[in-house]
T-cell receptor, first 114, second 113 residues
Framework: EAGVAQSPRYKIIEKRQSVAFWCNPI?????LYWYQQILGQGPKLLIQ????????DSQLPKDRFSAERLKGVDSTLKIQPAKLEDSAVYLC????????????FGPGTRLTVT | GNSVTQMEGPVTLSEEAFLTINCTYT??????LFWYVQYPGEGLQLLLK???ADDKGSNKGFEATYRKETTSFHLEKGSVQVSDSAVYFC????????????WGAGTKLIIKP
């Protein structure tokens, strides 16, 4: 079974530029999560999707971050414009409805904002 | 509110040493508890879990017991290997949400040969 795919793996941009990350969850997983992981900290949930609907986006900085999951499969997370403090690893995870507490993570995208 | 606290790292041990990484939680009710591991350059992986009090989760020689009396879920391994070097995260399922997890800050483990 293929795991959660993410791209790109690394991205370096200047502040005020925009960037987009892509995630393809495990086939059949209805729930998809985007996390931000700052060095030395645990993952922080940005947004949770159930199929193509948003379950929770309370910690998403909506003035600059946006995410979508069209068709309830893959998802994109965008930052526009980026700030220095957005430098982090962005993790995508998915889970199935039958065991929703078990999350499967992708390798992450390491973003550096200069 | 809900929170998870784990011991700060890095934890540095010699190969074959005994490992304990402490984790305590604060939550209403009895949440499911998890240990995830993040190897260098890889994504987080579920290592083990326990869904109710006194349950013991185990995998790859690691164990953790859900202790409701002390609200703890300490990770242990009897004999660590260099390949166990990674960052370990303790997490608890939020009891009042849609399957979200509360994460500890992570503990970096370094095993020296």
């Amino acid at each position: 079974e293929a795991g959660v795919a993410q791209s790109p793996r690394y991205k370096i941009i200047e502040k005020r530029q925009s960037v987009a990350f892509w995630c393809n969850p495990i086939s059949g997983h209805a729930t998809l999560y985007w996390y931000q992981q700052i060095l030395g900290q645990g993952p922080k949930l940005l947004i949770q999707f159930q199929n193509n609907g948003v379950v929770d986006d309370s910690q998403l900085p909506k003035d600059r971050f946006s995410a979508e999951r069209l068709k309830g499969v893959d998802s994109t997370l965008k930052i526009q414009p980026a700030k220095l403090e957005d430098s982090a690893v962005y993790l995508c995870a998915s889970s199935s409805d039958s065991a929703s507490y078990e999350q499967y993570f992708g390798p992450g995208t390491r973003l550096t904002v200069t | 509110g809900n929170s998870v606290t784990q011991m700060e790292g890095p934890v540095t041990l010699s190969e074959e040493a005994f490992l304990t990484i402490n984790c305590t939680y604060t939550a209403t009710g009895y949440p499911s508890l998890f240990w995830y591991v993040q190897y260098p350059g890889e994504g987080l992986q579920l290592l083990l879990k326990a869904t109710k009090a006194d349950d013991k989760g185990s995998n790859k020689g690691f164990e953790a017991t859900y202790r409701k009396e002390t609200t703890s879920f300490h990770l242990e391994k009897g004999s660590v290997q260099v390949s166990d070097s990674a960052v370990y995260f303790c997490a608890a399922k939020k009891t009042d949400s849609n399957y979200q997890l509360i994460w500890g800050a992570g503990t970096k483990l370094i095993i020296k040969p």
